[in-house]
């Protein structure tokens, strides 16, 4: 008996190898085919135009080129939209960021009458897709003149972002009630409590969901084609689509390629360095009830 038992646990240790295996390269295969087309792209950045339109596929440049990133740089469309884009991440940030942190903070301490229905009612708008009211908003801002410039991208965001109330409403959970009422015994208004007490206990959390916000606004294409028509207003994912319309009539792929690799750039650095922060604060959120 003792050997039969030694047999079947070798040939379920065997199986188990043989599916992690093949599983695991499964998941090898999967990740190649979704990075190759960022490391194509990067690669391509430095080839040459005959290159890239050649019969002959290749994703090792031949010659090196490394001139195209400088012109990229030295458009003052790029530039623009480069502004133009952290023109609307600054003050979206800061300010939305503060109103979010507040908000969650009254959300998840605060005793006030319909609080529960407000909250979801907030929580049911993260369910409805920009698609379905893009084009109500497009013509509240024409009636109100805020298309063709930033304000469209910019006021929205300066309320708050529901996600981020969300998320800093269930890293709150984790923090005693008692801590309120202790801070009314020592007299501290409402807005101290939130600044002196809450806000340092969050600062990791609304830290995170920051960055996130910040790559969202980053990669926002959607908003800016609709509301805005002139191109020295132009966010910089626009000016990535211009350049495509531009310069692939030239057949200048590997300028197009340059751009593209700048403008994802900041985000993906920003990932890298805090991703651990980032899937830590979204686990935790997850879990807290």
Not at 84 to 113: E, I
């Given at each position: 008996?003792?050997n039969?038992?030694?047999?079947s646990?070798?040939l379920?240790?065997k199986?188990?190898?043989?599916?992690d295996?093949?599983v695991?390269?499964?998941?090898?295969?999967g990740?190649v085919v979704m990075?190759f087309?960022?490391v194509?792209?990067?690669?391509s950045s430095?080839?040459?135009k005959n290159?890239?339109?050649?019969a002959?596929?290749?994703i090792i440049?031949?010659?090196?080129?490394?001139g195209?990133?400088?012109e990229?740089l030295q458009?003052?469309?790029?530039?623009?939209g480069?502004?133009n884009?952290?023109?609307?991440a600054?003050?979206?940030?800061l300010?939305?960021?503060f109103?979010?942190?507040?908000?969650a903070f009254s959300?998840?301490?605060l005793?006030?009458?319909?609080?529960?229905?407000?909250f979801?009612?907030?929580?049911?708008?993260?369910?409805?897709?920009?698609?379905?009211?893009?084009?109500?908003?497009?013509?509240?801002?024409?009636?109100?003149?805020?298309?063709?410039n930033l304000?469209?991208?910019?006021?929205?965001g300066?309320?708050?972002n529901?996600?981020?109330?969300?998320?800093?409403?269930?890293?709150?959970?984790?923090?005693?009630d008692?801590?309120?009422?202790a801070?009314?015994i020592?007299?501290?208004?409402y807005?101290?409590?939130?600044?002196?007490?809450?806000?340092?206990?969050?600062k990791g959390a609304?830290m995170t969901q920051?960055?996130?916000w910040f790559?969202g606004?980053?990669?926002?294409?959607l908003a800016?084609?609709?509301?805005i028509?002139?191109?020295?207003w132009?966010t910089l994912?626009?000016?990535i689509?211009?350049f495509?319309?531009y310069y692939a009539?030239?057949s200048?792929?590997?300028?197009i390629?340059?751009?593209?690799?700048?403008a994802i750039?900041?985000t993906?650095?920003l990932?890298?360095?805090?991703?651990?922060?980032i899937i830590?604060s979204?686990?935790?959120?997850g879990v807290k009830?």
């Amino acid at each position: 008996m003792a050997n039969l038992d030694e047999k079947s646990s070798e040939l379920k240790t065997k199986k188990a190898k043989v599916v992690d295996g093949v599983v695991f390269a499964l998941l090898l295969i999967g990740a190649v085919v979704m990075v190759f087309p960022l490391v194509y792209m990067v690669l391509s950045s430095f080839m040459t135009k005959n290159q890239i339109l050649s019969a002959n596929f290749s994703i090792i440049p031949n010659p090196w080129k490394f001139g195209k990133y400088a012109e990229v740089l030295q458009k003052p469309e790029f530039l623009r939209g480069l502004r133009n884009t952290l023109t609307v991440a600054f003050p979206v940030l800061l300010v939305g960021g503060f109103t979010s942190s507040l908000a969650a903070f009254s959300f998840s301490k605060l005793k006030f009458k319909g609080k529960s229905g407000i909250f979801l009612g907030l929580l049911a708008t993260m369910m409805i897709p920009f698609a379905v009211v893009m084009i109500p908003q497009y013509v509240m801002f024409t009636k109100i003149g805020w298309t063709n410039n930033l304000l469209p991208l910019i006021i929205p965001g300066l309320f708050g972002n529901v996600g981020i109330i969300f998320f800093l409403r269930q890293n709150l959970t984790s923090v005693p009630d008692s801590l309120v009422e202790a801070a009314k015994i020592d007299g501290c208004s409402y807005f101290k409590m939130y600044y002196s007490i809450f806000l340092p206990l969050m600062k990791g959390a609304l830290m995170t969901q920051l960055i996130l916000w910040f790559m969202g606004i980053w990669n926002d294409y959607l908003a800016p084609t609709i509301f805005i028509q002139d191109e020295k207003w132009f966010t910089l994912q626009v000016v990535i689509r211009s350049f495509n319309a531009y310069y692939a009539v030239n057949s200048d792929y590997p300028l197009i390629m340059a751009a593209s690799v700048l403008a994802i750039l900041p985000t993906l650095l920003l990932f890298f360095f805090f991703q651990r922060y980032i899937i830590e604060s979204m686990a935790v959120s997850g879990v807290k009830g």
